[in-house]
């Protein structure tokens, strides 16, 4: 969370599986950020924040945020809003995978240690 003036500008919420012999994963469901706070970098400066704070906390073996077919081809605002989140995610050091998402779209997937 980015509490500023009193005033919550995002939130990342997400939960981590109980773990296999490769280790537990942390999958993110959101990360919103309020309207007015939009194309600011907030959150940009959420997500770093959120991985930073989960690699050195070492809480899961990899961080995991599933996107659904279809996400963003809801014509040219759609196309840019997917790059854009898309952006932050690599930004943050994810690497994108196809399938794996909801019926079978993409899977950012960041390895913490």
């Not at 773990?19 to 907030?42: D, F, M, P, R």
């Not at 605002?77 to 995610?89: N, P, S, T």
């Amino acid at each position: 969370m980015a509490p500023h003036q009193e005033i919550l500008l995002g939130f990342i919420i997400g939960e981590t599986d109980e773990g296999s012999s490769e280790g537990a994963t942390l999958q993110i469901y959101g990360l919103w950020v309020l309207l007015e706070e939009e194309e600011k970098g907030v959150g940009q400066v959420l997500l770093r924040g959120f991985v930073d704070r989960m690699r050195d906390g070492r809480v899961a073996k990899r961080i995991v945020k599933s996107m659904q077919a279809g996400f963003g081809d809801n014509g040219e605002e759609g196309g840019k809003e997917r790059e854009m989140v898309l952006g932050w995610f690599r930004d943050a050091g994810f690497s994108v995978r196809e399938g794996g998402g909801g019926q079978e779209g993409l899977r950012l997937v960041l390895d913490c240690f």
